[in-house]
Structures are given as C-alpha cells and as structure tokens.
Nanobody, 115 residues
C-alpha cells in the first residue's frame, strides 16, 4: 500500500517562500505520475503541477515561474518549492501519485499567505 506524507506547510507573508515535502512509502520511480494539487476554501481542488512518465513538470499558469517540483529519488521524496507567494496561493496542498491506474493522495498540508 502506497502512503504519501506531506510536511512543510505554514504561515508566510506575501512575497515569501515555502518548501513542501512529500515522502512516499515506496520508490518514486515506480509511479506513472506524481505532483501537487491544492484546494482553497470554497473552491474545487486544482492542479498545481504534475510530472508524467518521468518527464518535465507541467505547471498551472497561476504558479508558472514561481513554483518548482523536484524529486529526490534516493530519499523517495518529492518537493514543491514555492517562491513569490501570494495571498491567493492560500490553500491545503496535496501530494498526488498514480501507479497502475490507482490514485494516491497525501493527507494535505495547510499553506496560508498573509497580505
């Protein structure tokens, strides 16, 4: 059973930075897709960025140029580096992975950006 555990959320001022981590119970290289989603209060969950088949990450337009996804394979950990944060980035951030058409989600970590 795959488990994804996020950490690194918190409160930050606008313009600041945060790094989220997602630790997987197995090898990251076994996943067909992995990435990050977020859900703001009263809104649907939306894609932040996604890596498919080991390719380059694809990012939502709203975070392009500010957020970066990278993977540390020896540590089975995926990161979301978030810079130039805006109040509209406030949301619960979820780690996501897909393997053999089964979708896995982390428990979520809160990111709050104050103006």
């Amino acid at each position: 059973q795959v488990q994804l555990v996020e950490s690194g959320g918190g409160l930050v001022q606008a313009g600041g930075s945060l790094r989220l981590s997602c630790a997987a119970s197995g090898s990251m290289s076994s996943f067909n897709a992995m990435g990050w989603y977020r859900q703001a209060p009263g809104k649907q969950r939306e894609l932040v960025g996604l890596i498919i088949g080991g390719g380059s990450p694809h990012y939502a337009d709203s975070v392009k140029g500010r957020f970066t996804i990278f993977i540390d394979n020896p540590r089975n950990t995926m990161y979301l580096e978030m810079n130039s944060l805006k109040p509209e980035d406030t949301a619960v951030y979820y780690c996501y992975a897909e393997k053999l058409r089964v979708h896995y989600w982390g428990q979520g970590t809160q990111v709050t950006v104050s103006s």
